[in-house]
């Protein structure tokens, strides 16, 4: 691993690391930075505790994995419940691994399942973890980089937690959209410095969230310096009511 320093639905209670989540960390990580020998930066940006959430681009799978190998610190995230309610050895196989790298199973959706999402993200973070997530929502399939959804802000104006933009670049490369197992290629994982969002006033208010999740996006921009799609990253709507409701201003979570 090539380290820079910068100058200047579903609800699950967080879980200890048990006995695999030090294994991945003390073996696993050492000979993954060995393989892959990606370049981080920043490490020493991340606070060593306290609440902190690690909001990053997202261009691949294997970014649920990059991250939180590359802090300095555990990290916890939320994940697809199916991940953890498979059945047979596949099923225990997804759910011991995501409980060790810290995932938390959740049901994604819009509306009422995004606000409970973000939730049991707060509760996360009200034990004092680090939280990472991606304001775009999704993955990113053609590269760029798109609107953050102000849930981001909603939880650091809520917890008091700073912000630590994260830029991945390379890692569509090392798993591309469709593949299982991760190739060989170079992956850059930076750290910016934290943000604290506090100045932008309430989580009542939708300008202060909406302005607090811009500057989230930029910082992430300036460390990926990524193509700007300026819109969500949505799939296309499936009925006109659906088309309707997009085209109305409203504020995605």
Avoid at 222 to 243: D, F, H, M, S
């Amino acid at each position: 691993m090539t380290e820079i320093e910068p100058d200047g639905g579903t609800t699950e209670e967080p879980r200890r690391p048990g006995f695999l989540y030090l294994f991945i960390r003390t073996v696993v990580a050492p000979i993954a930075r060995l393989v892959y020998r990606p370049t981080v930066i920043g490490r020493k940006n991340v606070p060593r505790k306290g609440p902190v959430i690690l909001a990053s681009n997202h261009l691949s799978f294997i970014d649920s994995v990059a991250i939180p190998l590359m802090a300095p610190r555990r990290v916890q995230f939320l994940a697809k419940s199916h991940y953890f309610t498979g059945t047979g050895v596949k099923g225990a196989l997804s759910r011991t691994f995501f409980t060790a790298i810290g995932a938390v199973g959740v049901e994604r959706g819009a509306g009422q399942a995004a606000q409970e999402a973000l939730e049991q993200s707060k509760r996360i973070l009200d034990t004092g973890a680090a939280f990472a997530l991606y304001p775009e929502g999704t993955r990113s399939l053609d590269g760029r980089l798109y609107k953050g959804r102000t849930g981001i802000a909603w939880l650091a104006l809520t917890t008091g937690a700073p912000v630590v933009p994260v830029g991945l670049i390379g890692t569509n490369e090392l798993q591309p959209v469709g593949t299982k197992v991760p190739r060989v290629r170079p992956i850059t994982v930076t750290f910016g410095k934290p943000i604290d969002l506090s100045h932008y006033g309430s989580p009542d208010s939708g300008r202060a969230r909406r302005q607090a999740t811009d500057e989230v996006m930029a910082a992430i921009h300036a460390l990926t310096g990524q193509e700007l799609a300026n819109k969500y990253n949505e799939a296309p709507p499936a009925t006109t009511v659906e088309r309707v409701r997009r085209a109305l201003p409203h504020e995605r979570l």
